[in-house]
């Protein structure tokens, strides 16, 4: 089936540590992008990719460090300077990047603090 | 349960009863409308979209209607079942004056209790 995974579905970190999300899609999508969702309220850009080997900030990146080496693979990391790290996490893919195109989503990583 | 969704607004409707889940988007210029459906624990899913040259659009069970006088979006579902329960939250895209990439802007949503 195509989709998109995300592993692991739960994720714990200690203070200080750095934590990798991991995101694979096999919808042959060029752009792949990262959002975090905190309750009540609507998804944040954290960082998007258009093509392999690149990818672009978004509104919140701020702690958060990503890259783009193969097409269908996305991880991104939350470092320790994340100082608010408890979020779901959600991995997105669409055709093209922007357009009038839906965006996919996988099933999220919850992350919290140990 | 997941957290997801704590203090949204909520729309209780009986099973077999039509629903209409309302959006209020953002900027006037946006010209791409999705609607997704997230249930707890999972990723949102993709609904139905509809384009700023439409006013309406209809897949299986559910109908998209575009007011673009008062900004408006909402989400119809006919005959809602149990398994129609989850969050519905839209999502708005404008075409940037200086070109490059134009993201989707997410509401907050609406969770949607069916009840039997």
């Known amino acids: 089936d195509g989709g998109i995974t995300q592993s692991p579905k739960y994720l714990f970190r200690k203070e200080g540590q750095n934590v990798t999300l991991s995101c694979e899609q ?81 099933d999220g990583t919850r992350l919290s603090i140990l | 349960g997941e957290s997801v969704g704590l203090h949204l607004p909520t729309l209780s409707v009986q099973e077999g009863d039509n629903s209409i889940i309302n959006c209020a988007y953002s900027n006037s210029a946006s010209d791409y409308f ?15 979209d509809i384009r700023s040259n439409m006013d309406k659009r209809q897949g ?17 579902i006919a005959a809602t079942q149990p398994g129609d329960s989850a969050v519905y939250f839209c999502a708005e895209t404008y075409p940037l004056i200086s ?11 609406t969770r949607l209790a069916v009840h039997p």
Request: aromatic share 12%; with cysteine.
């Open chain 2, 34 to 48: 999705i609607w997704y459906k997230q249930e707890s624990g999972k990723g949102p899913q993709f609904i139905i």
């Open chain 2, 99 to 109: 070109g490059g990439y134009n993201k989707l802007i997410f509401g907050a949503g």
């Open chain 1, 26 to 106: 096999n919808l042959n999508h060029d752009a792949m992008y990262w959002y975090r969702q905190d309750p009540g309220q609507g998804l944040r850009l954290i960082y998007y990719s258009q093509i392999v080997n690149d990818f672009q900030k978004g509104d919140i990146a701020e702690g958060y460090s990503v890259s783009r080496e193969k097409k269908e693979s996305f991880p991104l990391t939350v470092t320790s300077a994340q100082k608010n790290p408890t979020a779901f996490y959600l991995c997105a893919s669409s055709i093209l990047a922007g357009g009038k195109q839906p965006q996919h989503f996988g």
């Open chain 2, 60 to 76: 299986q069970r559910v109908t998209v209607l575009l007011n673009k006088t008062v900004k408006h979006l909402s989400l119809q």
